[in-house]
């Protein structure tokens, strides 16, 4: 079959893609590895959309939870993966489980019998000169990742994340905390959280004793660069060893103390907005409850909320920031564009979201009628904006959707009701696009 549009990637992202531009009467090529005779390490069937770990989609709460709002949105954008989660739900509470079996093959259905879809199973190892969509996901192949390499320049191609803890700003207590370069050199850009010698005792032994997440077995040749070794390694190589790199509190004056802490752990500012705060050096295989009972003994941090906990995994994923234009456009080669958790995304209904939005855009882009990007208020435009710019390029890790990416709502509210206003405000915001769309649209 001809086709217009070429989809590298039939995961959680290329398939959204392809359904999406199929719907819209765009014909696609999809191409998938597995099925014929690739695979990648994590990947047990040939279906499409296959989950890969947990059976789960999170929470479904689209009036307290970022996630949940983002499954609503992708239903009113008539979401694939979403639709097949609903009907392959199980029960799970609060979250949306589901069937994976059930679920990926009813993905694997709806694109097999779409008019618009020719299902090719192959693997591409270079990027196309025709508009193509790459979807190839945290285990894209060694090949493709090469040509990715090769086409946006050194140390823009990750292969493994190394994340820190990302903190809400508004959950710091700035009574204890405070702002201030080493030196008083620039800017008071950090925030810096001070331990006395018994605090720092207590943490280093924390750490150590801390349960660890294992790796997968393909994971265990994962380097560690001096610059991003676990807090928890340095740790066990001596009690002495962070207050000599990531918590070193040479040059930091308290000004509540007149004196330097002992130690000192430190954030600076994610994102432009100023929501997102992460901790300098601290990426970590602990496990996440681990986290946040050990994080949060830090002074100024006891009521820290994480918007993101750390992590180390094997991850393709390109700067975006940089690469990537507002419409996932490649900008050296903008015939090419990129969805899914590559994006640096996290997350299967992240990478589902940004993998419908790619499509969304490929679309109007060749219909020739631009789509306005969605609000910055809605959780699909707060992702959209976070990993095409909003995020700062120099340290851009994976992040999931989460309310932090959204412009802040000004005003102390409880907890909830604020959770509810950013919810309410992505709401009438969505509206809002959809009818922007109805006015964009030929007439
Ligand atoms: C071990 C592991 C555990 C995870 N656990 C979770 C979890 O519990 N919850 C969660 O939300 N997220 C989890 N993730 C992240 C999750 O995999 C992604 O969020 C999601 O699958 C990404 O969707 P995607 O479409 O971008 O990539 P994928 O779903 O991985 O799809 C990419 C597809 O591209 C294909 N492909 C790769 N290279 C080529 C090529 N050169 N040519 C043709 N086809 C190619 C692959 O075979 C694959 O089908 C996990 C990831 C890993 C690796």
């Given at each position: 079959?001809?086709?217009?549009?070429h989809i590298v990637g039939g995961?959680?992202?290329g398939?959204?893609?392809?359904?999406?531009?199929?719907?819209?009467?765009?014909?696609?090529?999809l191409s998938e590895m597995?099925?014929?005779?690739?695979?990648?390490?994590?990947?047990?069937?040939?279906?499409?959309?296959?989950?890969?770990?947990?059976?789960?989609?999170?929470?479904?709460?689209?009036?307290?939870?970022?996630?949940?709002?983002?499954?609503?949105?992708?239903?009113?954008?008539?979401?694939?993966?979403?639709?097949?989660?609903?009907?392959?739900?199980?029960?799970?509470?609060?979250?949306?489980?589901?069937?994976?079996?059930?679920?990926?093959?009813?993905?694997?259905?709806?694109?097999?019998?779409?008019?618009?879809?020719?299902?090719?199973?192959?693997?591409v190892?270079?990027?196309p000169?025709?508009?193509t969509i790459i979807a190839t996901?945290?285990?894209?192949?060694?090949?493709l990742?090469?040509?990715?390499?090769?086409?946006?320049?050194?140390?823009?191609?990750?292969?493994?994340?190394?994340?820190?803890?990302?903190?809400?700003?508004?959950?710091?207590?700035?009574?204890?905390?405070?702002?201030?370069?080493?030196?008083?050199?620039?800017?008071?850009?950090?925030?810096?959280?001070?331990?006395?010698?018994?605090?720092?005792?207590?943490?280093?032994?924390?750490?150590?004793?801390?349960?660890?997440?294992?790796?997968?077995?393909?994971?265990?040749?994962?380097?560690?660069?001096?610059?991003?070794?676990?807090?928890?390694?340095?740790?066990?190589?001596?009690?002495?060893?962070?207050?000599?790199?990531?918590?070193?509190?040479?040059?930091?004056?308290?000004?509540?103390?007149?004196?330097?802490?002992?130690?000192?752990?430190?954030?600076?500012?994610?994102?432009?907005?100023?929501?997102?705060?992460?901790?300098?050096?601290?990426?970590?295989?602990?496990?996440?409850?681990?986290?946040?009972?050990?994080?949060?003994?830090?002074?100024?941090?006891?009521?820290?909320?994480?918007?993101?906990?750390?992590?180390?995994?094997?991850?393709?994923?390109?700067?975006?920031?940089?690469?990537?234009?507002?419409?996932?456009?490649?900008?050296?080669?903008?015939?090419?564009?990129?969805?899914?958790?590559?994006?640096?995304?996290?997350?299967?209904?992240?990478?589902?979201?940004?993998?419908?939005?790619?499509?969304?855009?490929?679309?109007?882009?060749?219909?020739?009628?631009?789509?306005?990007?969605?609000?910055?208020?809605?959780?699909?435009?707060?992702?959209?904006?976070?990993?095409?710019?909003?995020?700062?390029?120099?340290?851009?890790?994976?992040?999931?959707?989460?309310?932090?990416?959204?412009?802040?709502?000004?005003?102390?509210?409880?907890?909830?009701?604020?959770?509810?206003?950013?919810?309410?405000?992505?709401?009438?915001?969505?509206?809002?696009?959809?009818?922007?769309?109805?006015?964009?649209?030929?007439?």
């Amino acid at each position: 079959m001809a086709f217009d549009i070429h989809i590298v990637g039939g995961g959680l992202a290329g398939s959204e893609a392809a359904w999406q531009l199929a719907e819209a009467g765009v014909r696609v090529r999809l191409s998938e590895m597995r099925g014929g005779g690739d695979s990648t390490p994590a990947h047990e069937t040939d279906r499409l959309a296959e989950m890969v770990c947990s059976n789960s989609f999170r929470s479904d709460d689209a009036e307290h939870n970022a996630v949940g709002l983002l499954h609503q949105e992708m239903r009113a954008l008539g979401s694939l993966i979403i639709r097949a989660a609903d009907t392959h739900r199980v029960p799970a509470g609060s979250a949306l489980a589901v069937d994976r079996d059930g679920f990926a093959a009813e993905v694997t259905r709806a694109i097999d019998q779409h008019p618009n879809i020719s299902v090719v199973r192959e693997r591409v190892d270079t990027l196309p000169d025709h508009p193509t969509i790459i979807a190839t996901g945290p285990l894209t192949g060694t090949k493709l990742a090469e040509a990715v390499a090769a086409e946006t320049g050194e140390g823009a191609l990750a292969f493994f994340d190394a994340i820190a803890p990302i903190v809400h700003r508004d959950s710091i207590d700035m009574d204890v905390a405070w702002m201030a370069a080493r030196w008083d050199k620039g800017g008071k850009d950090y925030i810096n959280c001070p331990l006395d010698k018994p605090q720092y005792d207590d943490f280093v032994a924390a750490l150590v004793e801390g349960e660890k997440m294992p790796f997968h077995d393909w994971e265990k040749d994962t380097p560690y660069f001096e610059g991003c070794m676990p807090i928890e390694v340095m740790a066990e190589r001596g009690p002495e060893t962070l207050r000599h790199g990531p918590m070193k509190p040479v040059g930091l004056d308290n000004p509540r103390t007149g004196r330097w802490p002992y130690a000192v752990v430190q954030l600076r500012q994610d994102n432009a907005l100023g929501t997102l705060w992460n901790m300098v050096g601290f990426q970590t295989k602990l496990k996440h409850g681990e986290q946040v009972r050990i994080f949060r003994t830090i002074p100024g941090l006891e009521n820290a909320e994480f918007a993101r906990l750390g992590g180390i995994h094997r991850n393709s994923f390109i700067n975006s920031p940089r690469l990537l234009d507002g419409e996932l456009r490649l900008k050296s080669k903008p015939n090419i564009r990129f969805a899914g958790q590559i994006t640096g995304c996290e997350g299967y209904v992240e990478s589902a979201a940004v993998g419908l939005l790619a499509a969304r855009f490929a679309v109007a882009e060749q219909s020739g009628h631009p789509l306005p990007s969605p609000p910055a208020e809605t959780a699909i435009g707060a992702l959209l904006a976070h990993i095409t710019g909003g995020a700062d390029a120099d340290t851009f890790q994976p992040m999931n959707v989460n309310f932090g990416l959204m412009p802040p709502i000004e005003g102390r509210q409880k907890r909830a009701d604020r959770k509810k206003a950013y919810t309410d405000r992505a709401r009438a915001a969505l509206a809002s696009w959809f009818e922007q769309l109805k006015v964009s649209e030929p007439a």
